[in-house]
């Protein structure tokens, strides 16, 4: 699983000239500047796919699109990949892709392979989230990648989503708790089901009634704008007394829907 940090580092430009920066092949893919250590065709589908995610993004969440250039750092193997996140990012845990945000760059990097599509659509949305709703806590930002993560056609759907948290659930091993999520400050104290659970909560906004829906588009409204709206969970809560109770049977209805 991938995630998002927000830093803000120095020392950028010595990154670029890095031996251990990709730089083979360079492909400028609209807003994208794609960087691989390896022989990346500049018409790769995944490449087009990435960057249609940012109109997508745009017009799900109705905010203009990020016009902000994002680098893609692009490593063919695991063992050069990691080498290089040991050595410039030596305290982040260890994922198959990062997206990191300096006071100059927005940037993703990633190790080339079979979970690529996935990674790279869950750190590109990041980018593209950033560019346009700034400050985004942690469990918005996670959600919000965890939906956009999946196939186009999927429409934020993560099934194995919905899949973990029901199983935990009957198992008594999980019950929602959007106050102890927006707790969450660091990347190192989301699990798993923490990133599930981060999803749902965007799902559910999304796709339960209009009002859920205006809810949040209008929260990252004002982000965007910057005018520190109030916490995300507290006009939740607000709204819905019995919010978490909601969440469960948003589940159970997906879960039911999936199977008919
Ligand atoms: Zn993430």
Redesign the pocket.
């Known amino acids: 699983m991938?995630?998002?940090v927000a830093v803000c580092v120095g020392g950028c430009a010595s990154w670029r000239t890095s031996p251990s920066l990709p730089s083979a092949v360079n492909v400028n893919v609209g807003q994208l500047i794609v960087h691989a250590d390896f022989d990346l065709a500049a018409d790769n589908r995944l490449l087009a796919e990435l960057e249609a995610l940012r109109p997508r993004v745009a017009a799900e969440l109705q905010l203009p699109a990020s016009t902000l250039p994002v680098d893609v750092y692009l490593f063919q193997t695991q063992r050069t990949y990691r080498a290089f996140l040991h050595k410039h990012f030596p305290t982040l845990p260890n994922r198959r892709a990062f997206?990191i945000e300096s006071e100059s760059q927005l940037a993703v990097y990633a190790q080339w392979g079979d979970r690529a599509a996935e990674d790279l659509r869950?750190?590109t949305s990041?980018a593209y989230l950033h560019g346009m709703a700034p400050q985004l806590p942690l469990w918005v930002?996670?959600g919000l990648?965890e939906y956009f993560e999946v196939q186009p056609d999927e429409h934020g759907l993560n099934r194995p989503h919905v899949d973990r948290l029901l199983a935990l659930m009957r198992q008594g091993r999980w019950q929602p708790d959007v106050v102890r999520l927006a707790r969450l400050d660091s990347l190192e104290q989301m699990n798993q089901t923490d990133y599930a659970e981060a999803w749902t909560w965007i799902h559910w906004l999304l796709h339960s009634t209009p009002e859920n829906r205006g809810l949040l588009l209008g929260y990252l409204a004002a982000l965007h704008d910057h005018r520190h709206p109030l916490p995300l969970e507290s006009v939740v809560l607000e709204r819905h007394h019995d919010a978490n109770r909601e969440l469960v049977e948003h589940l159970q209805q997906i879960d039911g829907g999936a199977r008919k």
């Open positions: 991938c995630a998002a997206f869950h750190e990041h930002d996670e990648a």
